[in-house]
């Protein structure tokens, strides 16, 4: 079945470590998406990706790092100079920009997140 | 800079009571306003809406957006304990290629 796939659910962390979390997806979608979500809060955005070996920063992109080598795939490394990294991280995708028509291209498919804890 | 306000930020009621939502924004180049629920992880998807006045409907959820006002509603009737999540509202901008911008999200809490 198609969907997103992060992975590991669970991580835990010392600090002063980088760790990868893992996002991939088979639905042919162009756009991938790194959100990081803290308690009692909504999503915010921290790397984008329209297509292939191309991303953007988001709003929180100190401290974190991606790449966008396959269509498939877009891991996020979260590195030590991250300076508070306990967080639910979500990757999404979505269609994307090519070919779309002029009204909105549809809805992000998340995955089912990564709860990552720095001890 | 593109902005999304919800409001409340949290809600407590009784089951079979009903709640509004509600999402304002401020966005560039508006392409598209969506609902999600999000339990314990992942958000599901509940409405999108690109048109104003247009009710969608799901069940006992009902959203609305008014493209004029900048805002939109997400009605719950007969709320149920099931109904209990963080609710989000995203509005989809086209800026520099498709961007979603969240807002902080309702929580909703309902008693038996």
């Known amino acids: 079945d198609g969907g997103i796939t992060q992975s590991p659910k669970y991580l835990f962390r010392k600090e002063g470590q980088n760790v990868t979390l893992s996002c991939e997806q088979n639905?042919?979608?162009?756009?991938m998406y790194w959100y990081r979500q803290d308690p009692g809060q909504g999503l915010r955005l921290i790397y984008y990706s329209q297509i292939v070996n191309d991303f953007q920063k988001g709003d929180i992109a100190e401290g974190y790092s991606v790449s966008r080598e396959k269509k498939e795939s877009f891991p996020l490394t979260v590195t030590s100079a991250q300076k508070n990294p306990t967080a639910f991280y979500l990757c999404?995708?979505?269609?994307?920009?090519?070919?779309?028509?002029?009204?909105?291209?549809?809805?992000?498919?998340f995955g089912e997140g990564s709860r990552l804890t720095v001890l | 800079e593109d902005k999304v306000v919800q409001s409340p930020l949290s809600l407590v009621v009784h089951e079979g009571d009903t709640v509004t939502l509600n999402c304002s924004y401020e966005?560039?180049?508006?392409?598209?306003l969506l609902w999600y629920k999000q339990e314990k992880k992942a958000p599901t998807f509940l409405f999108m809406l690109?048109?104003?006045?247009i009710e969608k409907k799901s069940g006992r959820l009902s959203s609305i957006l008014d493209k004029k006002e900048l805002f939109s509603i997400l009605n719950i009737t007969a709320t149920q304990t099931g109904d209990s999540a963080i609710y989000l509202c995203a509005v989809e901008a086209d800026n520099y290629g498709q961007n979603f911008v969240f807002g902080p999200g309702t929580r909703l809490s309902v008693l038996p």
């Open positions: 690109t048109s104003s006045g």
């Open positions: 999404a995708s979505s269609p994307g920009t090519s070919g779309r028509a002029s009204r909105g291209t549809g809805e992000l498919f």
């Open positions: 639905l042919n979608h162009d756009a």
């Open positions: 966005v560039t180049n508006f392409r598209s």
